[in-house]
């Protein structure tokens, strides 16, 4: 599985406000799963890749294939 520091801090903020009692257990699992954290794309890299998703607020975190 390959993360990036921008999702992963998305996806806590969401659960810390959606579901703060299930926060510590996500934090406590995703310690356990084996995954490579990858940077974060630069500003050229989102303006390349603004043809692959609809909404343009998602492009950081959109891999291209």
């Known amino acids: 599985m390959v ?3 921008l999702v992963l801090e998305g996806l806590g903020k969401h659960i810390a406000k959606k579901f703060p009692k299930h ?3 996500f934090e406590k699992r995703l310690r356990l799963l084996p995954y490579v954290m990858v940077p974060d794309p630069t ?3 989102d303006k390349q890749n603004l ?3 609809r909404d343009e607020s998602d492009v950081p975190v959109t891999l291209p294939m």
Request: glycine share 8%; net charge negative.
């Open 43 to 45: 500003e050229d890299e």
């Open 3 to 5: 993360e990036a520091p």
């Open 51 to 53: 043809g692959l998703v």
């Open 23 to 25: 926060l510590e257990e």
